[in-house]
C-alpha cells in the first residue's frame, strides 16, 4: 500500500459543485501539504499543515480550503468549483528533520 | 509569480550528450531539493543541498548551490533515455517554512 493515498484518483464535475479531495497518510509525518499542478507551472503550494491545530494559506488559496482531521489526514475541497481548477493535485508529507516531501499518486480534477 | 525560475523548461537532446539545468532566485534559501516526476507519479526526491557552494553527485548527476544560496544547477554527463522526465527544483526559507517549487523542466533523451 501506497504511503500517502489519494482519492479520488480521476473526478469530473461540473462548475459550481463542491468538491473534496482526501489524502491519508502512515508515514507519520507532522507536516502534510496540497499543491496544485499545471503544465508548464511546476507545482504550486495551496495550503500547508505543520500538525492538526496548525493551517497555512500557500500560493494560491483563493477558492480552496482544507482540514486536518487527525494527524493522517489531510484534505482539500472546493466550495464552488469553477474550470480553472481543472488541475493535478498532489498531496504531500514531510518532517521536520529531513524535509523530504513525500507524494502521493495525484488526483486529477477536471471542471466542466 | 513564480519565486523560483528553472531554464530550460524544455530540453530534448541525444543520448550521450552533457546538459545543466539551472534553478535561480532572487531569494536566499536555507535548503534546496531538487525532484524527478515521471508521467503518473508524484516527484520524488533526488537530492537536498544547504550549504552556500557545497556540491553533491548522485551517479551521472551533479547538483550544486550558488554560494549565496540563491541558486542551483543539475548537470547530467552522458544523459540516457532513463534520465527522461520532469525536473523539479524546490526551496524552503528555513526549517519552519513552506516548500516551494521552480517551474519545472521537461528533459527529453532521444536514443
Known amino acids: 500500500d501506497a504511503d500517502v493515498t489519494q482519492t479520488p484518483r480521476n473526478r469530473i464535475t461540473k462548475t459550481g459543485k463542491r468538491i473534496m479531495l482526501e489524502c491519508s497518510q502512515t508515514k507519520g509525518h507532522d507536516r502534510m501539504y496540497w499543491y496544485r499542478q499545471d503544465p508548464g507551472l511546476g507545482l504550486r503550494l495551496i495550503y500547508y499543515s505543520f500538525d492538526v491545530k496548525d493551517i497555512n494559506k500557500g500560493e494560491i488559496s483563493d477558492g480552496y480550503s482544507v482540514s486536518r482531521q487527525a494527524q493522517a489526514k489531510f484534505s482539500l475541497s472546493l466550495e464552488s468549483a469553477i474550470p480553472n481548477q481543472t488541475a493535478l493535485y498532489f498531496c504531500?508529507?514531510?518532517?521536520?528533520?529531513?524535509?523530504?516531501?513525500?507524494f502521493g499518486e495525484g488526483s486529477r480534477l477536471t471542471v466542466l | 509569480t513564480q519565486l523560483l525560475e528553472q531554464s530550460p523548461q524544455f530540453l530534448s537532446i541525444q543520448e550521450g550528450e552533457n546538459l545543466t539545468v539551472y534553478c535561480n532566485s532572487s531569494s536566499v534559501f536555507s535548503s534546496l531539493q531538487w525532484y524527478r516526476q515521471e508521467p503518473g507519479e508524484g516527484p520524488v526526491l533526488l537530492v537536498t543541498?544547504?550549504?552556500?557552494?557545497e556540491v553533491k553527485k548522485l551517479k551521472r548527476l551533479t547538483f550544486q548551490f550558488g554560494d549565496a544560496r540563491k541558486d542551483s544547477s543539475l548537470h547530467i554527463t552522458a544523459a540516457q533515455p532513463g534520465d527522461t522526465g520532469l525536473y523539479l527544483c524546490a526551496g524552503a526559507y528555513s526549517s519552519a517554512s513552506k516548500i516551494i517549487f521552480g517551474s519545472g523542466t521537461r528533459l527529453s533523451i532521444r536514443p
Open positions: 504531500a508529507t514531510s518532517d521536520y528533520v529531513s524535509g523530504e516531501l513525500f
Open positions: 543541498v544547504v550549504t552556500g557552494g
